[in-house]
């Protein structure tokens, strides 16, 4: 069970994860040593699963975002399908959905015809019948955080 004092620590963790931890101490009133202690439980239960370093993607030339719906024939190559998510860098993120699809994978490319192998590569995927793309023109809001 998180208290008030966890909620502040993860609060100001998503604000900024680069914060010094004598600083965020300091910030919600704990010596170094019991936010430390706090942060490693909180680690070990899982509430925080890691730290990260958020990219500019056109900086490394990554200039296509595309979400790609993929339609698979029964889920019986479900395991499949996500051994190869896994194994792919150009999808960054695989959900299973209810609708039309089974699976929706945001995907981050250089180009066209980078999108084009992707696509074809997951088209040969056992079980996949189809893909629908959709392109990324802007993004208006993209965040890690969350509302607690």
């Given at each position: 069970?998180?208290?008030?004092?966890?909620?502040?620590?993860?609060?100001?963790?998503?604000?900024?994860g680069?914060?010094?931890?004598?600083?965020?101490?300091?910030?919600?009133?704990l010596?170094l040593?019991?936010?430390?202690?706090?942060?490693?439980k909180?680690e070990?239960?899982g509430?925080?699963?890691?730290?990260?370093?958020?990219l500019?993607?056109?900086?490394?030339?990554?200039?296509l975002m595309?979400?790609i719906v993929?339609?698979?024939?029964?889920?019986?190559?479900?395991?499949?399908?996500?051994e190869?998510?896994k194994?792919?860098?150009?999808i960054?993120?695989c959900?299973a959905?209810?609708?039309?699809?089974s699976h929706?994978?945001?995907?981050?490319?250089k180009?066209?015809?980078?999108?084009e192998?992707?696509?074809?590569k997951?088209?040969?995927w056992q079980?996949?019948?189809?893909?629908?793309?959709?392109?990324?023109?802007?993004?208006?809001?993209?965040?890690?955080?969350i509302?607690?």
């Amino acid at each position: 069970m998180l208290d008030n004092l966890d909620i502040n620590v993860l609060k100001k963790l998503q604000e900024n994860g680069r914060t010094k931890r004598s600083e965020l101490a300091e910030k919600v009133g704990l010596s170094l040593p019991s936010l430390s202690e706090r942060l490693k439980k909180l680690e070990e239960a899982g509430v925080i699963e890691g730290y990260y370093t958020k990219l500019n993607r056109h900086s490394f030339s990554y200039d296509l975002m595309a979400f790609i719906v993929v339609i698979m024939d029964s889920s019986k190559n479900y395991e499949k399908l996500t051994e190869h998510v896994k194994k792919t860098p150009e999808i960054l993120e695989c959900h299973a959905i209810l609708g039309e699809g089974s699976h929706i994978m945001k995907a981050l490319v250089k180009d066209t015809k980078s999108l084009e192998q992707l696509l074809s590569k997951i088209q040969s995927w056992q079980g996949v019948t189809r893909t629908v793309t959709n392109f990324v023109l802007s993004t208006i809001k993209e965040t890690t955080s969350i509302n607690i």
